[in-house]
């Protein structure tokens, strides 16, 4: 009986997910075959990810960068797309697997494209979630495609609850390093830069998420990927400051008993129980060695410290498109501290103001239909870049 090979695509995989994604398919090579990569910038290891693992086609979505990825590919049998309709071009390939792992709310169309066609989609774009997780939820019903969460909290959730009876979890705890300003002082973080901010403590991410994790602007979108996932309300999610990143989430259950996901921090465990659909793979990592560990920490996050998970309560509570809003506002605001022309707490201000400015004018309680979170996703843009020079 010979191997049965599942066809593949990484959207996203010169990235942080992509690349681990990749180590992951290159340790079993001929399980795999890889139809489909994209990228961006970075159209160097775009190209030299599609030779190695022998590519059908790829997409760089920095429409400027096409001529010269075209360029480097041309001894290659790979194909060549350009532009945000090139990464749509490679999601729209039939395969059984796709890897969405582009940064931002631009794998929101990608990674529709991919559930529509039928693929089980492996999800580290959060933001899609956030965005638009009815959409996401609904196509995948619809095609009788998994959806299945990358980001480690929510596999670790969802190993959690793998076996329970539904009703029976009363509660979840997803927990937060702090990221790189955890022992600063509300005051001391008036005057963080960029690049300290993107200095991650336990884990090797991506640039922004980074960031992300140290406003804890990521946790924020995660207690709303949580809500998504797993259908659960404000309440039944908490959030601790957990330093170590060695337990990523606990679940309780109605009998008081709750189960804990300890593991390293590292994303290709996560990836590789979606990469082999909830099966385990031997990814012959150090375990945790919990005696010389000794102690395991939690603490309450305080919330004065980080305004943007209390807003994040709020957003998750309104549902709506408050989700898609609240995205594109903290997108734009990123944008800005990453040039430098707002604060690091003021990131956390501008959203704000943009959340009161569109709940007041009541465009936040629409159905969560495409077009309506497309339109959201540009009008929060825009209220968001008036109120960067007033913080
Ligand atoms: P990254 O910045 O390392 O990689 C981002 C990828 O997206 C790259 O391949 C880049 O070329 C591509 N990209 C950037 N802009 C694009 C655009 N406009 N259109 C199409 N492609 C574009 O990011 P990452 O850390 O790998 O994160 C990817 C996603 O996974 C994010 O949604 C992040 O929140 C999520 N995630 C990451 C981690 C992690 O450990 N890195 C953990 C959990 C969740
Ligand atoms: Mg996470």
Redesign the pocket.
Known sequence: MGILVKNISI??????????TLDLVLRERDKFNVVGL?????IEL?AESAIKLKADVVA???ESKFNDLREILKKYQIEVCGG?TG?LEVASRQVDWVMS????S??LL?GLRALETGANLAL????SMVAAGPIMKKIAKMKSAKLMP???EHSAIAQLIRGEERDSLSKIIITASGGAFKNLTKAELIDVTPDQAAQHPN????????I?SASLF?KA?EIIEAKEFFDLKSSDIEVLIHPQSLVHAIASFCDGGMKAHIGPPD?RH?IAYALYEEKRFNLTMPEVNLAEVGTLKFEKPDMSKYPALELGYEVLAQGGLAGAAFNAAKEEALDNFLDRKLSFLGMADVVRATMDELSSKNHLSSEVELEAVIEIDLQARSVAKKFVGKY
Not at 38 to 42: A, F, L
Not at 124 to 127: I, L
Not at 203 to 210: D, E
């Open positions: 959207l996203g995989a010169t990235g942080s997910i992509g690349q681990n994209t990228g961006s910038d970075n775009l760089t979505a920095n945000a990464v792992a582009i940064v931002g631009a794998g990608p580290a774009n959060k933001e990358v980001d480690s884990w090797n991410m991506g640039k922004r998420i980074t992300d990521n979108l994303m996560a």
